[in-house]
């Protein structure tokens, strides 16, 4: 994921905050390695251009995991 592009397409909608959604198809909402860096990462992008970062959210079938209600945003 090229967190210039979500920051570039937050720009241009002028959106005061963002939030990401995906999905894991191996029906494990539990983060990667990869999902925790992508999401500091765009924490930090986003406070240096003022934007809120709602949350990052992972979808499975029945089950999700959110960043924000986990405490870690």
């Known amino acids: 994921v090229d967190v210039r592009i979500i920051m570039k397409e937050a720009l241009l909608c002028n959106a005061t905050m ?3 959604v995906h999905n894991h198809p191996s029906n494990n909402a539990a983060p990667s390695t990869m999902d925790d860096h ?5 924490k930090a992008a986003a406070e240096t251009l003022r934007i809120h970062f ?4 992972i ?5 999700y995991y959110s960043y924000r209600e986990e405490g870690r945003l």
Do not use: I
């Open 59 to 63: 979808v499975t079938d029945g089950k």
């Open 18 to 20: 963002v939030a990401l």
């Open 54 to 57: 709602l949350d990052h959210v």
């Open 38 to 42: 992508l999401t500091q990462r765009v």
